[in-house]
């Protein structure tokens, strides 16, 4: 059984940046894909970023690119989001999800296509 644990969130400041953290247990973490999606108050889930598997392609919402990082460190079983230069509408509860890759090319963008999430952490940006 895969678990993810998300941690990190907080309160900041428009401008200001926070790292959130995902670990992983259970599996390997160089076969998984992973993504970021968050879920603002009232609004649906989207896309934040994600990777194909472990130094595979990653690709980024519109809204996040050049602002969001992606990473992840194998040999912690952990996945990164880098959040610089926060915006307000960046607030949202932000989910880790993760599942088997494909290939270390195809990335996916899409919820459904995710296996195992974890709870959430919230983020807060103030204007």
């Known amino acids: 059984q895969v678990q993810l644990v998300e941690s990190g969130g907080g309160l900041v400041q428009a401008g200001g940046s926070l790292r959130l953290s995902c670990v992983a247990s259970?599996?390997?973490?160089?076969?998984?894909?992973m993504a970021w999606f968050r879920q603002a108050p009232g609004k649906e889930r989207e896309f934040v970023a994600a990777d194909a598997r472990s130094a595979g392609s990653t690709r980024y919402a519109d809204s996040v690119k050049g602002r969001f990082t992606i990473s992840r460190d194998n040999a912690k079983n952990t996945v990164y989001l880098q959040m610089n230069s926060l915006k307000p509408e960046d607030t949202a509860v932000y989910y880790c999800?993760?599942?088997?890759?494909?290939?270390?090319?195809?990335?996916?963008?899409?919820?459904?296509?995710?296996?195992?999430w974890g709870q959430g952490t919230q983020v807060t940006v103030s204007s």
């Open positions: 999800a993760s599942r088997l890759a494909i290939s270390r090319s195809i990335v996916l963008v899409t919820d459904r296509a995710y296996d195992y």
């Open positions: 259970g599996r390997t973490a160089s076969s998984y894909a």
